[in-house]
């Protein structure tokens, strides 16, 4: 295949099917980290801009403005290169280092709300700055992601892709960050006929799904205390909202990627585990999928990093060799284990 655009890349994301139980219950990993900047971000960021630009909210040649803890930061870097337009990402030092590196390789203008050294997620304090710059550029756009109805637009062709490579969708196990990705496929998926069952996933510590607000260090992902829930949350979607510890997350991530080869991210690695929970005492025959935002590769130095992990006290040899021993159960082979050669 060749395309003119870095964006014509997006979408067509391919499934990985991680656990096939005797039953016929299959679960499977939408691997959205195939899609240009190594994230599904990039959907919703090529639409808020084009959006923005067909209704004149985002003059040619302008301004967008946003908050973001990396990966949406990187789609609109692309866009911004390919339509002419300038970016201006808002950040904190609780981003994964090697995306805010990306987004200034690309040209991204990056504005800072803490000093260095302090890696606290500060998204409350990145949406009011973000807001105010906007507002003091006539030629700038605030895309505000968490409620900006492109965002959950986006997800709309993942959803198709979804019923067109597996005919039916029973349950989706999703991270909630800004809710678009969730709630715009799972919208579609109704639209298209599916009677799929919404289950949202967030970090122990956000609010989204109600109870205390707290620190947590899954990126990406949740609603933090102080923090507005966005309109793409779409609660009446919503069948089931879950919990999942950072320690959880993490192990979850860590023993897939020795288990299986494939790396994912924290709040993937969340997704996982709560979907793990639940393949036994589902319906014979159910599939089940959740999208993984990204890949592990962009956490080598925070999920995947054994210092970084052991001074945060997330490092937790016993939730690690549950996971594995969940998979273990699901039949979820292990590749370090030597396997008889294939009979020619």
């Known amino acids: ?67 973001t803890s990396g990966n949406t930061g990187l789609g609109l870097a692309v866009v911004a290169a390919e339509l002419g337009l300038r970016f201006t990402a808002v950040v904190d030092h609780h981003a994964a280092v090697d995306k805010i590196r990306a987004m200034a390789a690309m040209g991204t203008e990056l504005v800072y709300v803490a000093e260095d050294g302090d890696d606290s997620l500060n998204t409350a304090a990145r949406e009011e700055l973000a807001e105010a710059m906007a507002a003091e550029d006539p030629e700038a756009f605030f895309t505000e992601q ?87 949350v779409d609660y009446e979607l919503l069948d089931e909202g879950v919990k999942v510890s950072d320690v959880d997350a993490f192990a979850t991530a860590r023993v897939l990627g020795r288990r299986t080869g494939l790396l994912i991210g924290g709040s993937s690695g969340g997704c996982v585990h709560a979907a793990l929970q639940k393949l036994p005492d589902l319906p014979a025959g159910s599939t089940v999928v959740s999208i993984v935002c990204d890949g592990g590769e962009k956490y080598l130095d925070t999920v995947f990093d054994e210092e970084w992990m052991a001074a945060r006290d997330l490092l937790d040899p016993a939730a690690e060799e549950a996971v594995g021993a969940t998979l273990s159960r699901l039949g979820v082979p292990d590749v370090r284990q030597p396997v008889a050669a294939a009979v020619l």
Request: hydrophobic share 40%; with cysteine.
């Open 1 to 67: 295949m060749i395309v003119t655009k870095y964006s014509d890349l997006i979408g067509n994301t391919p499934l990985f099917e991680l656990v096939r139980l005797e039953n016929g219950t299959r679960y499977l990993l939408k691997l959205e980290q195939f899609n240009p900047t190594g994230s599904m971000k990039i959907r919703m960021a090529r639409q808020m801009a084009l959006d923005a630009l067909a209704d004149g909210r985002l003059p040619q040649g302008g301004r967008i403005v946003e908050s």
């Open 146 to 232: 968490h409620n900006n109805d492109s965002n959950p637009a986006a997800y709309a062709a993942l959803a198709r892709e979804l019923v067109e490579d597996l005919a039916k969708v029973d349950y989706m196990v999703c991270a909630v960050g800004t809710g678009g990705s969730l709630f715009g496929s799972a919208r579609e998926l109704r639209r298209l006929g599916q009677l799929t069952q919404v289950i949202g996933v967030e970090p122990v510590g956000s609010i989204a799904f109600g109870g205390p607000g707290g620190d947590y260090w899954q990126s990406g992902t949740g609603t933090p205390e102080g923090a507005i829930i966005g309109t793409a």
